[in-house]
């Protein structure tokens, strides 16, 4: 399907089992869309609509910069290295995923699941950005998130459980209702943050 140009197309429950390399979705419609499995290297969806859609095991590095992805299922995806900027991917599951240095800079992800439900290995989100996303309500429990860029992000009602937060600076921030159950946030800054109702249960505090 590669240089196939679907801009602008209304694909609602198209099913794409041969695949979406290297197409163009810009601004397509491809709400409650079966792409599970796909590889979807070099595919451009900048503004398409998601929603609902199933992505499942889909694989490959790809442009969501701008998409709508409410509801999408999305368990297991490998797209190391994708760019989601400015994306909104509210509700999306993401159990499992491999989106190590995939780009989030002021995505939308309230409520999203990056937890290991469901005996998956746990979502890989080594060194992605992001920076000023919105994560209120967002599960990353048991996530790998070494050198991930949380600076500016949201996370009021989160849920950051059992993860290594040694040495980062969570400054100036709204982490109301956060949950660090279980974390090691040994050397961890919270200066100046709000952190009323916090769970700190379990969690490393060691200086």
């Known amino acids: ?33 079966d792409l599970m499995g796909c590889n979807i290297s070099g595919t451009n969806f900048t503004g398409a609509i998601l929603n609902h859609s199933d992505m499942a095991y889909t694989h490959g590095l790809a442009n969501f ?21 400015g994306a909104f991917l509210r509700n999306t599951l993401l159990h499992g995923v491999n989106l190590s240095n995939a780009n989030f800079e002021k995505a939308f ?33 048991n996530a790998i998130i070494t050198g991930a860029n949380l600076e500016a992000a949201q996370l009021s009602d989160a849920t ?25 946030m040994t050397g961890t800054s919270f200066m100046g943050s709000r952190l009323m109702h916090a769970d700190m249960r379990y969690a490393n505090l060691t200086n």
Do not use: C, I, W
Request: no cysteine; proline share 1%; aromatic share 10%.
């Open 65 to 85: 910069s701008g998409a709508s992805m409410l509801s999408t299922q999305a368990k297991l995806m490998n797209s190391q290295g994708s760019n989601f900027q």
């Open 109 to 141: 992800m309230e409520e999203v699941r990056f937890n290991n439900l469901d005996h998956t290995a746990p979502s890989n989100l080594t060194n992605a950005n992001f920076f000023q996303a919105n994560l209120v309500r967002a599960d990353l429990a």
């Open 1 to 33: 399907m590669s240089n196939t140009n679907f801009t602008g197309a209304n694909l609602r429950e198209a099913d794409f089992f041969n695949g979406v390399a290297g197409a163009n979705f810009t601004r397509a419609d491809l709400t409650f869309a």
């Open 160 to 184: 950051l459980e059992g993860l290594n937060l040694s040495g980062r600076k969570f400054e100036n921030l709204d982490l109301q209702h956060t949950s660090f159950y279980g974390s090691n």
